[in-house]
């Protein structure tokens, strides 16, 4: 083969892949943008038990006086 030749086809190959990549890039941010996310499994099940509100032991507890010795 010739080098030219060689050249030719090595850059047809490169341009061949390239287009490729960014036609499956281009179908990607298609339908990535109109599928919705699945919900994961913890959210699921925030949703069938909410959670009750956090007991009043939560609350602030009061500062310590300082003791002069």
């Known amino acids: ?3 030219l030749t060689i050249i030719v086809m090595t850059i047809a190959a490169a341009s061949l ?7 499956g890039y ?3 941010l298609t339908n990535g943008q109109r599928t ?8 699921l ?5 909410p959670r ?3 007991a009043a032991r ?5 500062a310590r ?5």
């Open 36 to 43: 919705p996310r699945r919900p994961t499994v913890a959210e």
């Open 65 to 69: 006086k300082a003791v002069r010795a």
């Open 26 to 28: 281009q179908i990607g």
């Open 17 to 23: 892949a390239g287009l490729s990549w960014l036609g």
């Open 52 to 54: 009750r509100p956090k």
């Open 58 to 62: 939560n609350r602030r507890k009061a």
């Open 1 to 3: 083969m010739d080098t």
């Open 45 to 49: 099940v925030n949703e069938l038990q």
